[in-house]
């Protein structure tokens, strides 16, 4: 067997050892799981991974590439990837770049050779936790040291948000939408598009008077990383601009519409990260089988009285999957119905959001 060259040792002192890809640095970040059998691209490239060592238990990764159209942000900035086995000689006619060329170009730490089942075992027993990749010969005294020093960043969303708005638009307009860039993926603007909006996406820390001079029909708040919590100026945005337009919320976006009407939000012990969900809509009764990735969600007991109801149930943990406030026009899901990757059971949501626009521009 050849030398292990990296080793990760996680907060609570375990360690393990495997062999480096990527980019050849330390690095820290929040260790976490994601169960997608496919799509490693897309979890590389969605912001809302910002810092985070994401381990994938799907056991074979980098096996297709990476190809031009598949990214979900432009400059990728999760922490890193943690897999069991990493493929160097991809097999697709579409690929352009093999997952190491990629995190090497973009600074992101990966390493292979990991048990992963192990691993995500430990994650799901002693929760999420600070992990710190180094060097294999490291001392994990000094490793420990290393990460207990290592600074904790909660601007996460404000690094990833775009700095000046841009346009992605569509030939068979209809709506003028005004999305909230709190590190969007961008099978959220194409969906939008498709569906014939005009998109607008614009900073994080765009105020209600800006957002209205705009004109939009409708508001769409981005999926992003961290606390929901830390971003207060989305917060106030939305409690100024509520009741006044048609309302959609994704991920972070669901979780600041709960928290601008009042409710409240909790870290989980291990967070939500795959494509097979299940997920109750109590309106119709039916199951879908919804993308996830987040760590924080609402705290169901803490709708009461805020005016928002819960339309949509994770049927592992009974944690709330969607509100909404019909009267307001506004509504908002947890999960991903842009998937990318993932099932695509959910996107009758965006259908749903075309037609608050649609009624609203006749009322
Ligand atoms: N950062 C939030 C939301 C994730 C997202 O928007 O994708 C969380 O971890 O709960």
């Known amino acids: 067997m050849k030398p292990f060259t990296k080793k990760i040792v996680l907060e609570s002192g375990r360690e393990f050892y495997g062999y480096g890809f990527g980019a050849d640095r330390e690095a820290t970040g929040e260790i976490v799981f994601n169960t997608s059998m496919v799509g ?4 590389l490239s969605d912001p809302s991974y910002t810092d985070q060592m994401v381990v994938m238990t799907y056991p074979l990764i980098g096996n297709y590439g990476i190809t031009d159209e598949d990214y979900e942000t432009k400059y990728p900035t999760i922490g890193g990837m943690i897999v069991r086995e990493y493929n160097d000689l991809p097999s697709n006619f579409r690929y352009t770049k093999t997952l190491g060329e990629v995190c090497e170009e973009y600074g992101i730490p990966c390493v292979w050779g990991i048990d992963t089942r192990m691993l995500t075992r430990i994650i799901r027993d002693e929760g999420t936790q600070r992990v710190i990749v180094v060097d294999a010969s ?13 600074p904790v960043r909660r601007d996460m969303v404000e690094r990833v948000s ?13 709506f003028d939408v005004v999305a909230v860039d709190c590190g969007i993926k961008h099978n959220i603007i194409r969906k939008l598009n498709e569906k014939g909006c005009n998109v607008t996406v614009v900073p994080y820390d765009i105020t209600a008077e800006e957002v ?29 601009l509520r009741g006044r337009l048609p309302i959609f919320g994704i991920c972070l976006g669901h979780q600041v519409i709960s928290l601008a009407y009042g409710a409240r939000t ?4 291990f967070g939500h990260r795959g494509g097979n969900h299940p997920v109750k809509n109590l309106e119709t009764g039916k199951v879908e089988i919804t993308s996830q990735n987040h760590s924080f969600a609402v705290d169901t007991e803490s709708l009461k009285g805020t005016g928002l109801t819960l339309t949509h149930l994770n049927l592992l943990d ?8 019909r ?7 947890q999960y991903h119905p842009e998937s ?3 099932p695509q059971d959910s996107t009758y949501l965006f259908d749903k959001f075309i037609k608050m626009m649609e009624e609203s521009q006749n009322a």
């Not at 209205?212 to 100024?240: C, W, Y």
């Not at 909790?266 to 012990?269: D, G, H, R």
């Not at 009267?327 to 908002?332: G, V």
């Open 266 to 269: 909790f870290k989980m012990k």
């Open 327 to 333: 009267a307001d026009r506004i509504f908002s899901v």
């Open 40 to 43: 490693y691209q897309e979890i």
């Open 212 to 240: 209205m001079a705009f004109r939009p029909d409708g508001l769409f708040l981005s999926n992003g990383p961290g606390d929901p919590t830390d971003v207060q100026p989305v917060i106030e945005m939305v409690r100024t």
């Open 162 to 174: 775009c700095r000046k708005r841009w346009f992605s638009r569509t030939a068979n307009h209809r």
């Open 340 to 342: 990318a990757p993932g």
């Open 138 to 150: 490291m001392p994990q005294e000094e490793a420990l040291r290393r990460l207990k020093e290592a």
């Open 318 to 325: 009974d944690t709330a999957e969607g509100v909404e406030c």
